[in-house]
């Protein structure tokens, strides 16, 4: 079964245009830049906390590398023309290395990448970094009208996985550029020091509904090596659905009412709970159908 998942993405990479497997390399690269960071601090002992860690160097390059990688899969799974293809993911390309790239710098300089006015190279590099994140915004509205387009040419579950992921992701974004403008405020405020208090309130929720797009698209490409109905996958996927968004609900209500996951109440810890055992159990419904009751080689 690991040769045939192996050949699968093979043939992904073979029929993938110029500009999916340029993001598949960027993206590789993005998250090796991440994974250096994380190396750096390990011997460093530097600090995981504060708004000049290497930490956001490490998770920019980790997170980007792994949601680019993620797009250039999807967009092939999804109606766009070569140019709306190109255009998309290449934007979604340069943006991720521009803020990838601009974080990292900024974290080496010993100074915040976000909301930093200090001065004119500082100020640049914020409002460059507000704009990226507006742009990848932008990239990613057209992908979910497209995946909402999505006729007969994936499966059903595949279809329900794509405009799932597509629409949770957006609701990270929308995380996102939330907490750049509560910071941007701040930051210019009487006390600016409170921006990097102030802007992350919602991190948690931004960071459980970002790879959706990945999580549950992968569940539903899982299930096509399997000799199961498209009722069945579809079932599964639903039910992958349900875990992912009731985890994420409860991490969305959290992160607006100012409490940490992990020092949540007990209620609100077992509904996440139980949203990450059902996840948990669709995925292993689908490893254990690509194992037990493959397709016909």
């Known amino acids: ?112 990448s976000h909301f930093n006015f200090r001065t004119g190279l500082d100020t640049g590099v914020s409002m460059t970094l507000a704009a990226g994140g507006f742009a990848i915004i932008a990239t990613i509205i057209g992908m979910t009208l497209a995946a909402f387009r999505a006729g007969r040419r994936q499966t059903p579950a595949m279809r329900l996985a794509l405009r799932f992921g597509f629409a949770t992701l957006l609701v990270a974004l929308a995380a996102g550029a939330a907490m750049i403008a509560t910071g941007s405020v701040a930051a210019r405020g009487p006390n600016p020091s409170i921006a990097y208090e102030t802007a992350g309130f919602l991190k948690p929720a931004h960071a459980v509904t970002m790879h959706a797009i990945l999580v549950i698209p992968a569940l539903a490409w899982l299930l096509t090596f399997t000799r199961w109905s498209e009722n069945q996958q579809t079932n599964i996927v639903r039910l992958g659905i349900v875990g992912y968004a009731t985890l994420s609900l409860v991490i969305i209500l959290e992160s607006v009412t100012h409490t940490s996951p992990l020092t949540a109440p007990p209620l609100a810890m077992a509904v996440s709970g139980l949203g990450l055992a059902i996840l948990a159990v669709a995925g292993g419904l689908g490893v254990y159908g690509a194992l037990r009751h493959p397709t016909p080689r």
């Open 1 to 112: 079964m690991s040769s045939r998942i192996l050949n699968s993405l093979k043939d992904t990479w073979r029929a993938g245009s110029r500009v999916e497997r340029v993001a598949f390399v960027v993206g590789a690269l993005l998250f090796a830049s991440g994974l250096t960071h994380v190396g750096v601090l390990l011997v460093t002992g530097g600090s995981w906390t504060g708004p000049t860690s290497l930490r956001k160097a490490a998770t920019f390059g980790l997170s980007f590398g792994l949601t680019l990688a993620t797009v250039a899969w999807v967009s092939h799974l999804i109606p766009l023309t070569g140019r709306s293809r190109t255009v998309l993911v290449g934007a979604f390309t340069v943006t991720s290395v521009v803020e990838t790239a601009l974080v990292s710098m900024q974290a080496w300089r010993g100074v915040p």
